[in-house]
């Protein structure tokens, strides 16, 4: 029998056979568990039937793909089997890269999409190209994915003289689903042949179209399985060395500490994932950034156990670009601490506050309500008993979504809450307690899949409350501004809370043969504050805001795939004064030949500046133009390269800045690469802020500003080298430096001019207004060992420099390469080993 299966499987040739339904499949039970072995010999598939009528989704849609696919479905008591045979007649032209796990890559790739909850809504993914490394990806919303997701699941695959297989076990512990006599799974199987660039998919699957899961088709047939009690247990271990500044000298002290994770299925459908005494020392440092903006700096979360399951707590409020903020901003949980500037020597400040411990409870009812509550615990961190830099905190978010009509219309809610143990030396600057709440309502309608519309309705509230000082320091803050001298706000230094609201309205064609645009109102009170435990950087605005999009997925003449854009957006201040109106046009394209391109321009037209004398009038501002553009080479090639150029011109032309960022990636060998990427920039503002002197708000205030000529020079290498999928060496390495000069030091005159001279005149009290040089240097060096699935041990050196105030005002960039790397690195050490089990 299992000569007979080989020989069925590896002499089927160009020809494939229609399976019995174009989108239902039908799973065999094995008598025993099949070996895991890439090859497809065991007995159980000679029974299986075939799924075969694949169809190409990219570049062409619904055409026939250039190799025959085939693939089978079989499982067990405890896991699900998947045999995907990719016939391919030239085996030795298969993109193979070898990367670390979840690393996407230039090569062929094998996909499973399984559906368990068949919700058409959420759906696991399982990849592996024909190295054998593997990818997985939680996909919720129908088509937003979760990259950190991490299951423990097996695939092996192998390469012969008619193409390549893959052979995957997924344990059903590593789903969820409600316990049923049989079930019915949501299933699509999609393939990846890298040189040709290449995509098809069974079923059938539409770029047209919104969403990936509700495109899935069904596997039927899997019955007699529990939904098991899932316990998996993962303890760790950390010996560190970390380099310490004490007074002039330096010390390398040894630490050590131990922690766990833990995942335990309550039930089928919910799952508590907690962390104790936590640690992320193996995770990529920050890129460096100098901010001269009155806002504060988002960085991106890369902790695995906020990433992982993240979709759930979701609720943005703020999108450009594909990044989104709102209520939850999980790094707001091990902050660095508040009150750092407390400490005379900086260095007695510790990077992040410790998390004491964290747990989250996910997943669905049998009544299809989805449920997530996250809470956290961090430590009181301080220089002595009455000097404490950050008190202990709770973190509590919470989130229930409910899908109706098979996820065409959905409800959902979210609730944070953040509870501070203030003293008497932290009450006048923290909030001791802050809320929110948000709903939500979601309709998809219209169109050929009747999911091209979606119109989308949010509100939300908050409270925050607090100490009169610790109130009046919020109105204050660049978040409100409520001490503005011409606004309708009225700043309240007695105040002991603090409410607001916002509400968006948007309608949106996701989907269709050629066209796509947003629509969407939004507005925020200026009591709105949601930057305990969420992220938002003005308030006090409403606006609008349109996208229209021509798309041509199809290849014609010179292209591949071309998209043109058109944006438009106004904003005013809640009491009607316009802060900004402004548009873009910009196309991009894919060529024939993998060439990526794109470019646009745009103008912000003259409107008026609410937070730029940072708390004083709103001053106002000059139209501004705007260009941007960039190249990337074809990225199957062993060498690729891209440029990416933009610039501004604002001020009646004062002002210009000019940014570029060449990149060029070289892969070596099939597990060995190195990008370097770097930025190029120079900066001259006519109208950056410098200080305001006096009384703010009074009338002897000065608001004061100056022309900032600023250069910045970074750059950002990569090395990765993975010797197997389970054995990796990455590297990582970013110099940074800029400079600036202050010049033509003036003050406001009239704040409401419309030509820039008579907007400020002379400011004569404080001499030179100066300027600054920032250096800084981050490194890491990570070595990644899974020597059994699912348990991993880490190696890391981790290097920061940095030098600020010397030479202030001037660039040299050999000189200030030369003084970066003199400055005394302070280094980390760290062995870190993980063993996970389960029950």
């Known amino acids: 029998m299992r000569a007979q299966s080989s020989q069925l499987l590896a002499t089927r040739g160009g020809t494939s056979r229609p399976p019995a339904a174009a989108v239902t499949a039908s799973a065999v039970r094995a008598d025993r568990p099949i070996v895991i072995d890439g090859r497809g010999t065991d007995d159980a598939w000679s029974r299986a039937s075939v799924v075969a009528d694949f169809r190409q989704y990219a570049p062409q849609q619904d055409a026939d793909p250039s190799f025959v696919t085939e693939a089978r479905v079989a499982y067990d008591a405890r896991n699900i089997y998947v045999l995907v045979r990719a016939f391919d007649p030239h085996p030795d032209s298969l993109m193979a890269q070898l990367s670390r796990r979840d690393e996407r890559t230039q090569s062929d790739y094998l996909r499973v999409v399984i559906d368990s909850y068949h919700d058409k809504r959420t759906g696991y993914q399982f990849a592996v190209n024909p190295a054998g490394v593997k990818r997985d990806v939680y996909v919720y919303n129908d088509g937003d994915e979760d990259v950190s997701w991490d299951a423990v699941w097996d695939v092996r695959t192998s390469i012969d003289s008619s193409g390549w297989i893959a052979e995957f076990r997924i344990p059903l512990s590593q789903l969820r689903f409600a316990p049923k006599d049989s079930h019915t799974f949501g299933l699509g199987i999609q393939r990846e042949i890298g040189r ?42 950390v010996q560190l060395s970390v380099t310490e500044q004490r007074g002039r000298d330096y010390a390398h002290p040894l630490r050590g500490a131990i922690g766990a994770d833990i995942k335990y299925g309550l039930t089928s459908n919910l799952t508590l994932d907690a962390s104790v005494n936590p640690d992320f020392g193996q995770v990529e440092a920050d890129p460096s950034v100098l901010n001269l903006s009155a806002f504060e700096q988002f960085y991106d979360e890369k902790r695995p156990f906020f990433l992982e399951g993240s979709g759930i707590f979701r609720y943005d409020i703020s999108c450009n670009d594909g990044r989104c903020t709102g209520l939850f901003y999980s790094r707001r949980i091990g902050r660095a601490p508040q009150l750092g500037w407390r400490a005379s020597d900086p260095n007695d400040v510790p990077v992040a506050t410790t998390i004491l411990g964290a747990a989250k409870l996910t997943g669905r009812l049998n009544n299809g309500l989805s449920v997530g509550l996250l809470n956290a615990v961090t430590a009181r961190e301080r220089l002595s008993d009455t000097a404490t830099l950050e008190p202990r905190t709770n973190y509590l978010v919470g989130s229930l979504q409910k899908e109706y009509r098979q996820g065409r219309t959905g409800l959902g809610a979210m609730a944070t809450a953040v509870n501070r143990e203030l003293d008497l030396s932290t009450a006048a600057y923290l909030r001791r307690e802050a809320y929110s709440a948000g709903a939500e309502f979601r309709h998809r309608f219209g169109g050929a899949s009747g999911r091209d519309y979606s119109l989308s309705v949010q509100a939300a509230t908050s409270t925050v409350r607090g100490s009169p000082q610790a109130i009046a320091s919020t109105q204050r803050s660049s978040v409100h501004y409520y001490q503005q001298p011409d606004d309708d706000l009225i700043y309240d230094s007695t105040r002991t809370s603090l409410s607001g609201t916002w509400m968006q309205v948007g309608l949106n064609k996701q989907g269709g043969k050629r066209t796509r645009f947003w629509t969407g109102i939004w507005a925020t009170s200026p009591g709105f504050e949601i930057n305990d435990v969420g992220f938002s950087s003005r308030l006090n ?38 802060v900004g109106r402004g548009g873009n046009v910009n196309a991009n394209v894919t060529l024939r030949n993998q060439w990526f391109m794109y470019g646009g321009l745009g103008v912000d037209l003259s409107a008026w500046c609410a937070v730029c004398t940072r708390g004083g009038p709103s001053l106002w501002q000059n139209r501004s133009t705007f260009v941007f553009s960039g190249v990337t080479s074809d990225q199957r090639k062993p ?26 990636t070289w892969r070596v060998a099939p597990g060995l690469s190195t990008t370097l990427r770097g930025t190029f920039a120079h900066y001259v503002d006519e109208t950056q802020w410098r200080g305001n002197y006096g009384e703010v708000a009074s009338d002897t205030t000065h608001y004061t500003f100056a022309r900032l000529d600023q250069k910045l020079v970074s750059v950002t290498s990569r090395i990765d080298y993975t010797v197997s999928p389970a054995l990796s060496l990455q590297l990582y390495a970013e110099p940074f430096a800029t400079s600036g000069a202050y010049a033509d030091w003036r003050e406001i005159r009239n704040a409401a001019a419309k030509d820039l001279d008579d907007r400020f005149k002379p400011f004569v009290q404080q001499g030179d207004p100066g300027g600054f040089n920032f250096k800084q240097f981050r490194s890491n060096s990570v070595l990644r060992w899974e020597y059994r699935p699912g348990s991993t041990l880490y190696l890391v050196w981790t290097q920061g420099r940095q030098q600020d105030g010397v030479d202030p005002g001037s660039f040299e960039l050999r000189r200030e390469y030369r003084n970066l790397f003199r400055a005394h690195p302070m280094n980390t050490f760290l062995i870190k080993v993980n063993y996970w089990f389960s029950l």
Do not use: C, K, M
């Open 196 to 237: 040709l660039n290449e995509r098809i998919a069974w079923p059938r699957f539409s770029r047209d179209a919104p969403g990936i899961v509700s495109q899935l088709g069904e596997v039927r047939g899997i019955a007699g399985v529990a939904t098991p009690r899932r316990l998996e247990i993962l303890p760790y271990a």
């Open 541 to 578: 605005a409403r606006g609008q805001s349109n996208w229209f999009a021509l798309v041509f997925n199809e290849p014609h003449g010179f292209y591949q795939r071309l998209q043109f854009n058109l944006n438009q957006w106004n904003s005013w201040t809640s009491a009607g004064r316009q």
């Open 639 to 664: 060498l690729s390269y891209g440029l990416n150029i933009n610039g501004n011109r604002g001020d009646d032309g004062r002002s210009s800045s000019f940014n570029i960022g060449p990149q060029v």
